[in-house]
């Protein structure tokens, strides 16, 4: 079975512009949570989303936003980026949203880079 | 406040047995994960304890004391392949959703 895709491993992108990240989950998971991992940290929640309807955000700019689609998979968008923004997003999925023997799956990330 | 710490760096040899400590502050718990990341890799699963003490899976083993805030991460007959970073993450529930909080990771290196 295949894992958690993402796409596109790497982007770059310059200030100011908007990016698209795009996460596929594990087959049968219907929750998929956005992390953004910045080099030497651990994993930050920015979105959560179980059955198409968001169900947590973290301490993120509204200039961050998600959604997921029928099908399961799901978007992240970052509108007029700032160089701060450069990190590892990381897509995670679980079958459920909050049971404890649900843990989340992660896929390989996208590398972002604004300049 | 949300607080997860454990140590940066490590390092052990390969055969030898290391432990990885975890300590936490969150408003809320329900659950403790163990993540291995190997440089450029995704996260992947280790381990979940919910309740306190040991649980077991093969050469890794992670305890928990809820009330001391506590966990660590035991690693037995240590391989090369295991130099990577550590994650130790809380699961805090806050209106019923999957919202893990991670330590800043560990990384060990494993010496010949």
């Known amino acids: 079975d295949a894992g958690v895709t993402q796409s596109p491993t790497h982007l770059i992108k310059t200030r100011g512009q908007h990016v698209t990240l795009r996460c596929s989950p594990i087959?049968?998971?219907?929750?998929v949570s956005w992390y953004q991992q910045v080099l030497g940290q651990g994993p930050q929640f920015i979105f959560q989303?179980?059955?198409?309807?968001?169900?947590g955000r973290g301490n993120f700019p509204d200039r961050f936003s998600a959604r997921q689609f029928p099908n399961y998979s799901s978007e992240l968008n970052v509108n007029a980026l700032l160089l701060g923004d450069s990190a590892l997003y990381l897509c995670?999925?679980?079958?459920?949203?909050?049971?404890?023997?649900?843990?989340?799956?992660f896929g390989n990330g996208t590398r972002l880079t604004v300049t | 406040g949300q607080n997860i710490d454990q140590p940066t760096e490590m390092t052990a040899t390969e055969g030898a047995i290391v432990q990885i400590n975890c300590t936490y502050q969150?408003?809320?718990?329900?659950?403790l994960f163990w993540y291995q990341q190997h440089a450029g890799e995704a996260p992947t699963f280790l381990s979940y304890?919910?309740?306190?003490g040991l649980e077991e899976k093969g050469r890794f083993s992670s305890f928990l004391s809820r009330s001391k805030g506590y966990s660590y991460l035991l690693l037995k007959e240590l391989q090369m392949k295991d130099s990577a970073s550590y994650l130790c993450?809380?699961?805090?529930?806050?209106?019923?959703?999957?919202?893990?909080?991670f330590g800043a990771g560990t990384r060990l290196a494993v010496h010949p």
């Open positions: 989303y179980y059955e198409k309807e968001e169900r």
């Open positions: 087959s049968g998971h219907k929750s």
């Open positions: 304890n919910v309740l306190d």
């Open positions: 993450a809380v699961r805090d529930n806050p209106g019923g959703y999957n919202k893990l909080i």
């Open positions: 969150t408003s809320g718990f329900n659950g």
């Open positions: 995670a999925s679980s079958l459920l949203d909050n049971s404890y023997n649900s843990p989340l799956h």
